[in-house]
């Protein structure tokens, strides 16, 4: 199907998937251009292949960010968060903070400890399993969700060594599992102009079946609502699941809005003012449609709001992600409720829409 579909076809596309039909690359561009009130169709078609997929049930993880340093070399144009090392705002945390930090979430009771890094120069693949030890080492058994393909391509060559003997050499340090960020829009011609310095898409794919061949989970991300097109993201998609055909390892897929505030991006006019709530619900809705083999779709709180996400949770999504505590990344770029989500409002908005709460580990089993 190309372009705007009619009612019928729109009508015969929804029951068909809802039926197994996988659906092209196509066919989801023509749903995320949908302008109407269809989109709600496809909302409600996502919604009942969530519930016959993964049941009632809406989970979250307890987790906390611990941030390492905003210093980054590859200053993406779409981010508000990293610096260069000559910004009065550039900070790197020493090891008594980290190890504070990681005190205070054992204190927490979390499960999941997410470290958070720009891609800091000066950092090899010792530096960073330096810092995942002194994780393990003051809370042992906690899950360890860190590290982008696009941060282990850098402490390979700066280390001198494959992308493959940096994962295990992570792993042996305590790795828990992968971050799956970095992938922005698996497009290089979008990549060329939102993020000039990262990884490629084949480079990320790479990493990311490298790092699942050695037993590695990771979670998939996606940054939407920038410069790319509608096909642009739907390609994206098609990456992800093309991957996961042919690994299994990704737990769940993270869509995170563009947030444009601070950003070079939207300051020099070249994307928009962020995504849009139409962007968002459609984006969720038609990735639970088209992933067929990812069975989690994660809404971003920090970035939605609160409100916001309640009704991602009725369009396909059913993950609330994490209780995170702080989150300097999207603060930094405008998102004002980036904080921490107590488990009891997540219960609130869980069971004000007929579903129930659920603690999850990191790799989604139920707690
Ligand atoms: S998105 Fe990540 S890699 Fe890019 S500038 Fe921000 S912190 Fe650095």
Redesign the pocket.
């Known amino acids: 199907m190309n372009g705007d579909p009619n009612n019928t076809q729109l009508k015969t596309l929804l029951s068909d998937t809802l039926e197994g039909h996988r659906m092209t690359v196509d066919e989801a561009t023509s749903l995320l251009k949908l302008n109407d009130r269809r989109i709600f169709d496809v909302c409600d078609a996502a919604d009942e292949l969530r519930e016959r997929k993964v049941g009632d049930t809406v989970t979250y993880v307890r987790n906390q960010n611990v941030h390492v340093t905003?210093i980054?070399?590859?200053?993406?144009r779409?981010?508000?968060?990293?610096r260069p090392d000559s910004s009065p705002q550039a900070y790197l945390r020493s090891e008594e903070q980290i190890r504070e930090g990681i005190r205070l979430a054992k204190e927490r009771n979390v499960t999941e400890i997410c470290l958070l890094?720009?891609?800091n120069p000066d950092f090899d693949a010792r530096r960073y399993a330096q810092i995942i030890g002194w994780v393990h080492d003051e809370f042992p058994g906690v899950d360890i969700h860190t590290m982008?393909p696009?941060e282990i391509r850098h402490c390979a060559d700066k280390s001198g060594i494959s992308t493959k003997e940096v994962i295990q050499m992570m792993i042996d340090a305590g790795l828990g599992t992968l971050q799956g960020?970095?992938a922005?829009i698996l497009v290089d011609e979008v990549r060329d102009v939102i993020?000039p310095?990262?990884v490629k898409t084949a480079e990320w794919s790479r990493i990311i079946r490298e790092a699942h061949s050695l037993g590695l989970k990771s979670t998939s991300t996606i940054m939407y609502g920038s410069v790319e097109s509608e096909r642009d993201r739907a390609e994206h998609l098609n990456v992800l699941r093309g991957i996961q055909d042919e690994t299994h390892g990704f737990t769940e897929l993270v869509p995170l809005p563009y947030l444009h505030t601070n950003t070079e991006l939207y300051e020099k006019g070249l994307a928009p003012a962020g995504a849009t709530g139409r962007n968002d619900l459609l984006f969720c809705a038609v990735s639970r449609l088209f992933l067929d083999n990812i069975d989690n779709i994660q809404v971003s709180w920090g970035k939605l709001g609160k409100k916001f996400s309640q009704m991602l949770l009725l369009s396909g999504a059913n993950d609330l992600g994490g209780t995170m505590f702080t989150d300097e990344?999207t603060q930094d770029a405008g998102g004002n409720e980036a904080d921490y989500l107590s488990p009891a409002e997540m219960e609130r908005l869980t069971v004000d829409i007929g579903r129930k709460l659920r603690q999850r580990t990191t790799d989604y089993r139920l707690l």
């Open positions: 905003n980054c070399k590859n200053l993406c779409f981010c508000a968060f990293g890094s720009g891609v982008s696009d960020t970095g922005e993020c310095v990262k990344v």
